[in-house]
């Protein structure tokens, strides 16, 4: 899936800029497919496989999902 390769590249520039959140802008109107993996645990075992582990943190934003890297 083309949405893991890039987000496990953000992830390599955020661990190599030391930074500890990431944000990820999914959107939230019509099709919501990218939204629905994001928010699956298939999403984090997937993000795990890459070499990385992330924690949902809350928030209001529907059209976002928030993550520790950890």
Request: charged fraction near 35%; aromatic fraction near 8%.
């Amino acid at each position: 899936m083309e949405a893991i390769d890039e987000i496990l590249y953000r992830l390599e520039e955020c661990h190599e800029k030391g930074e500890k959140t990431i944000i990820l802008i999914h959107g939230y109107h019509g099709k919501h497919i990218l939204k629905s993996y994001i928010e699956s645990e298939g999403f984090l075992r997937d993000i795990k496989r890459g070499g990385f582990k992330l924690k949902r943190k809350s928030n209001s934003n529907p059209g976002q999902s928030i993550f520790d890297i950890i």
